[in-house]
């Protein structure tokens, strides 16, 4: 079964600064793929960015992009130039490539609530 | 275009009582699904629908839960008879498909507490 682990509970940024929160997975899948989800204060899931595990080019959204590592089975998302609005919870999630037997479902972290400074 | 619409946002009942939860997927969406968030558990996949027909409930964690798609846009998820652990928020997303490329679409979720 595959794992996803955000081993930051917590972070926090200065408003205008950078930051990177983390998330690693495990699986034996070569096809897959990786998103992360805002969960500010009203609860929406919302989603940030997406990458598709065959894609070799780190996926990028306007001021959020990823750094993809496959081999690592690595998954950061760096925020730039951080806002207020950015404060919430961020969730990693993997969906598998496969077939059917592999399921459709999301898998989630634990996620990492993002704290913004003003 | 709207979103996933959930009905109740909020509800509280008393332990024994049965609890039934709406969802509205996106219009044209034909793969629905039921997550639950808990500070214990995360995020987990209840069930899931597609073309209106249940494909995986391994995730109901027990009989007390049920969950029904009458037509392609409408479901339920009911909990007879609720207990204080189900207290939880409960999210509907929905995708345009099954093929993995398909992204889901969060509702708001309902908060649910059992007294």
């Known amino acids: 079964a595959q794992t996803v682990t955000q081993s930051q509970p917590e972070m926090s940024v200065q408003e205008a600064e950078t930051v990177t929160l983390s998330c690693t997975y495990d699986t034996s899948e070569s096809d897959y793929y990786l998103f992360w989800y805002k969960q500010p204060p009203s609860r929406q899931m919302i989603l940030v960015i997406r990458q598709e595990a065959y894609k070799q080019q780190n996926a990028t959204e306007n001021r959020f992009s990823v750094n993809f590592q496959k081999a690592a089975k690595s998954f950061s998302l760096k925020i730039s130039d951080s806002q207020l609005g950015d404060a919430a919870m961020y969730f990693c999630?993997?969906?598998?490539?496969?077939?059917?037997?592999?399921?459709?479902?999301?898998?989630f972290g634990t996620g990492t609530r993002l704290a913004v400074r003003p | 275009d709207a979103g996933v619409i959930q009905s109740p946002r909020h509800e509280v009942t008393e332990m024994g009582q049965e609890v039934t939860l709406r969802c509205k997927p996106i219009?044209?969406?034909?793969?629905l699904f039921w997550y639950r968030q808990t500070m214990m558990r995360g995020l987990e996949l209840l069930i899931y629908?597609?073309?209106?027909?249940?494909?995986?409930d391994s995730g109901m964690p027990e009989d007390r839960f049920s969950a029904k798609m009458p037509n392609a846009s409408f479901s339920t998820l009911k909990i007879q008879p609720s207990e204080p652990r189900d207290s939880a928020v409960y999210f509907c997303?929905?995708?345009?498909?099954?093929?993995?490329?398909?992204?889901?679409?969060f509702g708001p979720g309902t908060r649910l507490t059992v007294l």
């Open positions: 629908f597609n073309n209106n027909v249940p494909i995986d």
């Open positions: 999630a993997y969906r598998s490539g496969g077939t059917k037997s592999s399921g459709d479902k999301l898998t």
């Open positions: 997303a929905s995708s345009p498909g099954l093929i993995p490329a398909d992204t889901q679409y």
């Open positions: 219009s044209g969406h034909n793969s």
